[in-house]
């Protein structure tokens, strides 16, 4: 079974919201991009439909929350290191989001979150594999016999 993520994201402005993801190193998709929607690519499974606020509510009857004051579902997307994590919280930054709280340190995991310009957040986290194989307890208890 073939099995791809498409979480659908409101933004007030499409270009800023292309620049921002795209200042992340994500790609985007021209075929499922138009001037109510980009299709942003985070992996070969994974993608945000950011959608004008507009374009948005086509998708359903349901009034939506707004991102800067209400949370709906909390992402986490994986990078490959504590440093790439940090890489990726720093280039966030830098194209115009906000990295609120402390890094959340747990020794087999680290994690750090991303608010984009419109307040959708993410959060970033690396694994260690050991633990994400065996559980963090066999981790840990590995790490204190080290």
């Not at 402390?102 to 633990?131: C, H, K, S, T």
Request: glycine share 6%; with cysteine.
């Amino acid at each position: 079974m073939t099995t791809n993520i498409f979480v659908n994201i409101p933004t007030s402005d499409l270009e800023r919201a292309k620049a921002y993801y795209t200042a992340l190193g994500c790609d985007i998709n021209p075929f499922f991009t138009d001037d109510n929607a980009a299709c942003i690519v985070w992996s070969d499974d994974i993608y945000f439909m950011v959608l004008t606020r507009e374009y948005f509510s086509t998708f359903t009857d349901k009034e939506f929350a707004d991102p800067r004051t209400h949370a709906q579902v909390l992402l986490s997307i994986s990078r490959e290191s504590r440093d790439a994590v940090d890489r990726t919280i720093e280039a966030g930054v830098a194209a115009g989001g906000t990295a609120p709280g402390d890094p959340q340190d747990y020794g087999f995991m680290y994690a750090r979150d991303l608010i984009d310009p419109d307040g959708n957040g993410v959060q970033f986290m690396w694994m260690a594999p050991e633990a994400a194989a065996n559980g963090p307890e066999a981790y840990l208890a590995e790490q204190a016999r080290a």
